[in-house]
Structure formats: structure tokens, C-alpha cells
């Protein structure tokens, strides 16, 4: 998995809070080929998955973990192996925007969608969701009955918080970033709308620039050649070292993030931690993670963003009121809470498992 996108970043994180939260319970990780421990990793095992792809995955790994005696597997990507891995097992769904709408994803992936994650989710013997809209998802197109979804939301790291002026000047000549910029943070692909942000932006009196940060995705050609249309005045960051995301997102008038589906979305509660005000879809998991600390759009409408945009970087007294609550809202998050919530789920299993 990358690790910036959501999933590797859930996981990185909620392993750590995890193992700093109970340091007397022994977790092994199992790491695919070629993906090497987290640097200031915590105290856990690491072990390679074998490297046949299916029957490594799923016959294999599971007959490995066995020989281990586990008291639970944890599956933080939302799947189990095929094979029984000997015993309770939790799971987390981050979104099904894919049973949703198959035509952001691309079409090669029919074994996970139709087989692997349906069975997961029966096998489990708790689902853990990411939101409360992720939860709704589960129970509705899969039946899960409400009893065994738990909703964890996700955390947001310390390192993402209000920096100085000092460092961000630094950050702003080193990265080569415009005095006065819009944000967006994201994989480029069809769910993540960026085409009607573009729109949005192209509409704009005294628009500033315009800033996208995220690699490609798949059927980005549509948008990289309307990018390619706008001219110098929009930059695209797609390399960025995540490191750098704090000073960006502190750089930056505003986050725009017009997903049209979210299983949680990370980037607005990392701006918002950073004090930076947060303009986001009114669709899925978004409006219950920025409760009312940020600005709803309607996903479809490139002149609602406009207007949006216009608003907050042309105000200073909206944009002050929305870094204020922005920074309210995301210390209600912390990936150690995260890690206290997930601890009990798996409790809580293994009681019933003793019982």
C-alpha cells in the first residue's frame, strides 16, 4: 500500500498507538515483500508475507500465523486471508465507495470486490469503521449486523499543528510555493473530483494559485490535460516528501477537498490541525468529520466553489473564524484515542471468545 494514502497511513499510525498503549502485549506485523519496518518503529516483530501472490496471501500466511498461536489477527486494510488464521479476528473498513460507484475504480479487481471482502466481513468477528457513514455502508450493502460494527474515527498526528513564521518562510522558498495559494491534497483519480475544483478555481475573480499535491491515480489523463490548460499559475506537487505536508498545509489560504466519496478523509483534519481553514464536499464521511468547522460545498456545482473559495480567501474575518474552530475540531482526534477505542473492540472479542 502507499504509504500516504489513507490506508497506509491508518496503519502505520494505529499500530504505533497500539503497542505505546499496551507495551506488555506482543503484536507481529507482517510486512509485503519489498516494504521495509517504519523508521522509530515501536516495539514490534516484523516478518515478510510470503511472496506467492494468492496462494502465498492466502494459504500460506494464514498456515504461518497459526504456527504463531495468536490470541486475535487484526486486519487493518479491511480483508482476511482465505485460510483460517486460527483464530477471532477484527477488521477495518475504511470505505466500500467501490460497491457504490464501480466507475471510479478500475475494472481488474473482481476476486477482492466479489469474493475476498464479502467473506471478510462474515468472518470477522468485529468490524471496526472508520465513520459512522462507513458503518451505515457495511450494514446496508452487506448485512453486518449493527452489533458487531464498532466506528473508531481515525486520528491526526502532532506533527500536523500551527508553525512559525520562521519555518514556514523556509518551507515556502524550498519548496518554491506562491505567496497566496489554494490547496488540494490527493490521489488524482476520478473519486476525488478534482476536475470540478479546477472548474471552481478557473471561475474566480483575483483567484490566488492554485497548489494540487497527490500523485496519479488511474483514468487521470481527462484531468491532467485540463490541468495542463490552466496554465503556470497552478502548481503540481507530486513527489512531495510527507514530511513536508505540515508547512504546506500551513502555507496554504485554504484546503479545497471535493471528494466525491469519503470512507474518512484525512487531508481536511490535517489542515484544520494546522489552523488552516477547510472548504470540503457535503457527501459521505465529510460533513460528520469537520462538523461545523468548516465550509460544505455541493460536489456537482463548480460555481458553489467558487463562491466558496471567493468567501474564505477574500475574507479575513471568515477565514479567522474557521481557523479558530478548525484547530477546536481537530484536537478532538488523536490516534492514542484511536488506539484506546480499537483495544476495547478487540476486548471486548475476546471475551466473547472465552466465554
Not at 480499537?342 to 471486548?348: A, K, S
Request: some cysteine; hydrophobic content about 45%; proline content about 10%.
Amino acid at each position: 500500500m502507499q504509504p500516504r494514502a489513507g490506508v497506509g497511513v491508518y496503519t502505520k499510525e494505529i499500530l504505533h498507538a497500539m503497542a505505546v498503549a499496551r507495551p506488555d502485549c506482543r503484536m507481529t506485523v507482517f510486512l509485503p515483500r519489498g516494504v521495509a519496518p517504519p523508521e522509530a518503529a515501536p516495539p514490534l516483530a516484523y516478518r515478510q508475507m510470503p511472496s506467492a501472490p494468492f496462494v502465498g496471501r492466502h494459504v500460506r500466511w494464514p498456515s504461518r500465523m497459526r504456527t504463531l498461536r495468536p490470541d486475535a489477527f487484526f486486519g487493518p486494510a479491511g480483508v482476511m486471508p482465505l485460510g483460517d488464521v486460527g483464530c477471532p479476528a477484527v477488521i477495518t473498513v475504511h470505505d466500500l465507495a467501490i460497491y457504490r460507484n464501480r466507475e471510479w475504480f478500475p475494472a481488474r479487481q473482481p476476486l477482492s470486490t466479489g469474493w475476498i471482502v464479502p467473506r471478510s466481513l462474515r468472518r470477522a468477528d468485529a468490524v471496526i469503521a472508520v465513520s459512522r457513514n462507513t458503518a451505515r455502508d457495511v450494514e446496508a450493502i452487506f448485512d453486518v449486523p449493527a452489533s458487531r460494527i464498532a466506528v473508531v474515527p481515525e486520528g491526526v498526528s502532532p506533527t500536523f499543528h500551527p508553525l512559525g513564521s520562521e519555518d514556514l518562510a523556509e518551507a515556502r522558498a524550498r519548496l518554491k510555493l506562491p505567496q497566496r495559494f489554494i490547496l488540494f491534497v490527493s490521489t488524482i483519480e476520478p473519486r476525488k473530483n478534482l476536475g470540478t475544483l479546477l472548474e471552481g478555481w478557473a471561475m474566480m475573480r483575483d483567484r490566488p494559485d492554485l497548489v494540487v499535491v497527490g500523485g496519479w491515480g488511474w483514468r487521470y489523463e481527462p484531468i491532467k490535460a485540463q490541468m495542463q490548460r490552466l496554465g503556470p499559475r497552478l502548481h503540481h506537487l507530486e513527489g512531495l516528501d510527507p514530511s513536508e505536508l505540515p508547512a504546506v498545509y500551513n502555507l496554504a489560504l485554504v484546503l479545497a477537498h471535493p471528494a466525491w466519496y469519503e470512507g474518512f478523509g484525512l487531508p481536511p483534519l490535517e489542515a484544520m490541525a494546522c489552523g488552516t481553514p477547510v472548504i470540503v464536499s457535503d457527501t459521505s464521511s465529510l460533513p460528520e468529520v469537520v462538523g461545523d468547522a468548516a465550509i460544505m460545498v455541493a460536489a456537482d456545482s463548480p460555481d458553489a466553489w467558487r463562491k466558496a473559495l471567493e468567501e474564505v480567501s477574500g475574507d479575513a474575518n471568515v477565514a479567522a473564524d474557521l481557523r479558530r474552530r478548525g484547530i477546536l475540531r481537530a484536537a478532538e482526534f488523536s490516534w492514542t484515542r484511536s488506539a484506546e477505542l480499537t483495544w476495547q473492540v478487540f476486548d471486548r472479542v475476546l471475551r466473547g471468545a472465552a466465554a
